[in-house]
């Protein structure tokens, strides 16, 4: 069975390089590309770099963490799943110069219910060997690219803790903005939780659209 390639477009001078490639079994497959960055599906040998972020105190202070090997090798199925689903979802990122994940970045639907949803949110995480380096920005950017060209959404949203500056920030030079009226306690975190309460931040087609063009 040949490939069904699907190449993203390039807009306002940004641009990400993608294919969507359907198999014969049905798996669905996607990769894409920026200057530094491979954002690819995911591999059994992610599991051991997605454990030792999982266990780095500064990568989950404000983030979930999962509980064991068998947590994570459910985890990176449920994201192969909803790419098979839905046609995009987390990646795992690679850099094109070095063989290995750093982290991962994407798209996924809000799993739980809130005032804002159903909805898409963007989500990243990135082991702290590679923090500072504009990694994640760069992911992120080509990320709400790949939404709002390829998969034609309306919005995209982020969510973090209160405290967690470095996120907020990162969503800010993406183009996001922090909508307080939208600010909402997790349904997934206990009431005695001080992650419970999180701050939502939106981006607009349009917006994202006339960001580009300046």
């Not at 947590?71 to 689903?85: D, G, L, P, S």
């Not at 349904?187 to 300046?214: G, H, S, T």
Request: charged share 25%; aromatic share 10%; with cysteine.
């Amino acid at each position: 069975m040949g490939k069904v390639v699907q190449r993203a477009s390039k807009e306002g001078g940004s641009s990400i390089g993608g294919a969507l490639h359907f198999l014969a079994d049905g798996e669905l497959l996607m990769e894409s590309r920026t200057k530094r960055l491979l954002l690819r599906e995911w591999k059994d040998e992610d599991i051991e770099p997605l454990a030792r972020m999982n266990d780095d105190p500064r990568v989950v202070r404000y983030l979930a963490r999962l509980a064991d090997r068998n947590a994570i090798e459910v985890w990176i199925n449920a994201q192969r799943e909803h790419f098979k689903k839905h046609g995009y979802g987390l990646w795992a990122l690679e850099r094109l110069d070095i063989a290995g994940s750093i982290g991962f970045c994407g798209l996924v639907n809000v799993p739980y219910q809130a005032h804002f949803t159903p909805a898409v949110e963007i989500a990243w995480r990135l082991h702290p060997d590679w923090w500072g380096r504009g990694y994640a920005t760069e992911a992120a950017v080509a990320a709400l690219a790949f939404g709002f060209q390829n998969l034609k959404l309306n919005q995209i949203v982020a969510n973090a803790a209160g405290d967690n500056v470095a996120s907020r920030r990162l969503m800010e030079r993406i183009g996001m903005s922090h909508d307080p009226k939208g600010d909402f306690d997790h349904p997934f975190k206990a009431v005695d939780d001080p992650l419970r309460r999180q701050v939502l931040y939106r981006l607009l087609y349009q917006d994202w659209r006339q960001k580009l063009q300046k």
